[in-house]
């Protein structure tokens, strides 16, 4: 497979996984229709995902280690770890959004507005992130160490930051969840 070919794919992919995200925040489309009861594994979802973030975070960091300690191996083992658990994320945050459940933030005063610069940093920040990331794990497989460093030094903190805030967003709106 060539270049092309891999960013056309990593483009249609990053823009279809954006668009159902999307669709998904807008209640257009939900799994259970109306009256229908949610099961209760669902609701664990948010925390699983927390969870997840953490994880990955710390995945992150010791893979940063591991890079600059020489150890290519155990770098890669921890970014595709770390790409396997964003994937799981991925699927369980698109369940639990297409389940319809829909929670606001009930905090009041500077606390508000710290919330929603942490969220929507988040959100925008994770739309960026899929084909970045995507990008250097290519360049790193293909071992264009060039061409991955220049990709990592936008990939690396944005997916930290992504992980982190996720956490951040579920243990500040978890207090509010009505279910």
Not at 83 to 99: C, D, G, K, N, P
Not at 140 to 150: D, T
Request: net charge positive; hydrophobic share 55%; proline share 3%.
């Amino acid at each position: 497979m060539n270049d092309i070919v891999v960013r056309r794919l990593i483009t249609g992919l990053s823009v279809f996984v954006f668009l159902v995200v999307l669709i998904l925040q807008s209640k257009v489309i939900t799994i259970f229709p109306a009256g229908t009861e949610v099961p209760s594994w669902v609701f664990f979802l948010p925390r699983l995902n927390a969870i997840i973030n953490g994880t990955c975070s710390i995945l992150l960091v010791i893979s940063l280690y591991q890079i600059r300690n020489k150890n290519i191996q155990t770098h890669k083992v921890l970014n595709l770890t770390t790409f396997v658990l964003s994937s799981l994320f991925l699927v369980s945050y698109i369940i639990f959004h297409a389940t319809g459940i829909k929670t606001t933030y009930g905090g009041e005063g500077m606390i508000r507005y710290v919330y929603y610069f942490i969220l929507i940093t988040h959100i925008i920040l994770a739309a960026v992130v899929l084909p970045l990331v995507l990008l250097s794990f290519y360049s790193g497989l293909m071992m264009n160490v060039e061409r991955h460093r220049k990709l990592v030094r936008w990939s690396f903190p944005v997916w930290l930051y992504v992980t982190v805030t996720g956490v951040i967003v579920y243990i500040m709106i978890s207090p509010f969840y009505t279910f």
